[in-house]
T-cell receptor, first 112, second 117 residues
Framework: DADVTQTPRNRITKTGKRIMLECSQT?????MYWYRQDPGLGLRLIYY???????NKGEISDGYSVSRQAQAKFSLSLESAIPNQTALYFC???????????FGSGTRLTVV | AQTVTQSQPEMSVQEAETVTLSCTYD???????LFWYKQPPSRQMILVIR??????QNATENRFSVNFQKAAKSFSLKISDSQLGDAAMYFC??????????????FGKGTLLTVNP
């Protein structure tokens, strides 16, 4: 099994629908992140969490919410999806500041 | 805020040749970490190489090496003996050592590398 698992892999949803993207990890890392990737824009941080009780907004949190259900699980929700939230979404974990990230395989979300 | 700039949106190289991808960054910190990630068409993000700013020696991983110029705030990636499997999007990333910048990676916008047979 992958160290960081994201579900679903691909999803098409309609404008106005609520959708949840899920992430689970077996690395035992405390730090978890959600990024979105858009062509020509690189990866931008949506939310991050250092433990279950520590959740923080990133650069582009508007229109998103998160839930850290356990050390290993970190979910991203779009309360009312809009077309400009069409993107590739990545969950990542980190062991600490001197380390890079371990990424999930991404969720490609299309809002129509 | 730290910024990472990749000035080459696209690059191409002939198989077996060498290519260098550029990355510059802006920071006021003296200690930090720099990374190169590879994203092939499978879209998986793969760590290629990591550099600690306090180390003067350039990091090397097999055919991948970096040219780290701290004073110039430059961190280029050299790929030697390019292979078809090196075709991917490459992202440069920065992580601070302390203060408000150590909690996350800041990414550049990426360079799409094509390898021609």
């Amino acid at each position: 099994d992958a160290d960081v698992t994201q579900t679903p892999r691909n999803r098409i949803t309609k404008t106005g629908k609520r959708i949840m993207l899920e992430c689970s990890q077996t690395k035992g890392h405390d730090r978890m992140y959600w990024y979105r990737q858009d062509p020509g824009l690189g990866l931008r941080l949506i939310y991050y969490s250092f433990d279950v009780k520590d959740i923080n907004k990133g650069e582009i949190s508007d229109g998103y919410s998160v839930s850290r259900q356990a050390q290993a699980k970190f979910s991203l929700s779009l309360e009312s999806a809009i077309p400009n939230q069409t993107a590739l979404y990545f969950c990542a974990t980190s062991a600490g500041r001197s380390y890079g990230y371990t990424f999930g395989s991404g969720t490609r979300l299309t809002v129509v | 805020a730290q910024t990472v700039t990749q000035s080459q949106p696209e690059m191409s190289v002939q198989e077996a040749e060498t290519v260098t991808l550029s990355c510059t960054y802006d920071t006021s910190e003296s200690d930090y970490y720099l990374f190169w990630y590879k994203q092939p068409p499978s879209r998986q993000m793969i760590l290629v190489i990591r550099q600690e700013a306090y180390k003067q020696q350039n990091a090397t991983e097999n055919r991948f090496s970096v040219n780290f110029q701290k004073a110039a705030k430059s961190f280029s990636l050299k790929i030697s003996d390019s292979q078809l499997g090196d075709a991917a999007m490459y992202f440069c990333a920065y992580r601070g050592y302390s203060g408000g910048s150590n909690y996350k990676l800041t990414f550049g916008k990426g360079t799409l590398l094509t390898v021609n047979p």
